[in-house]
């Protein structure tokens, strides 16, 4: 839960004797300091001219982690341990991990990154540089996206970063497959431990 974000048990509205309303919104016990706390800094900010809002929404449910939303999770977790950018951590994960789709060539002065994020230098020939290209990885499948998610809880696991368990891996795939409609034959969380 955010600073000012509380989850109402019940609301009541009273008229004021200036012709306002007055609202009366009820916590549990569990939210009550968080719920003082908001309203003292709510109170402070409004003697001090801060003009303040109060949005009441209906509560939803959070989407559940999905494979790519985690891949991206452990990007961020390794690029704070390591000092480097997410977008670095999850380029060197897709190439190395990813699934190559392409291979190109492009003239030797042209900056490949401009073109395409995911790319590996392979070589030069007399046309000029060869790449291959990896997929991104909203456009996996579910097997490639468990090889991608396998390489990126190794590499965390190695710099001590607390991942999921295989069991929990194993469930986030198969939503992953699920939901991309399982693209590959014969994917399933057995299979892929007989790869």
Not at 11 to 38: C, H, M, N, P, Y
Not at 155 to 176: C, D, N, Y
Request: glycine share 8%; with cysteine; net charge negative.
């Amino acid at each position: 839960m955010t600073d000012g974000v509380l989850k109402i048990t019940a609301v009541e509205a009273l008229q004021a004797a200036d012709g306002g309303v007055r609202l009366i919104f009820s916590v549990g016990k569990e939210l009550a300091e968080q719920a003082i706390k908001t309203a003292q800094n709510a109170n402070d900010a409004l003697t001090r001219n801060k003009a303040m809002e109060l949005v009441v929404r209906t509560a939803t449910k959070r989407r559940s982690l999905d494979a790519n939303a985690y891949f991206h999770l452990l990007c961020g977790k390794i690029a704070a341990v390591v000092g480097i950018s997410l977008e670095a951590v999850k380029k060197d994960l897709v190439i190395n991990y990813g699934t190559p789709t392409y291979a190109i060539i492009i003239p030797r002065e042209v900056d490949v990154e401009d073109l395409y994020p995911y790319s590996r230098f392979i070589g030069e020939d007399d046309m000029g540089s060869q790449y291959l290209l990896y997929k991104q990885t909203h456009t996996l499948n579910s097997a490639e996206m468990a090889r991608l998610i396998d390489g990126a809880v190794q590499e965390a696991s190695q710099l001590g970063i607390e991942t999921l368990t295989p069991k929990e891996l194993a469930r986030l795939q198969e939503k992953w497959g699920k939901k991309n409609g399982n693209r590959e034959t014969g994917d399933t969380a057995e299979n892929r431990g007989k790869e």
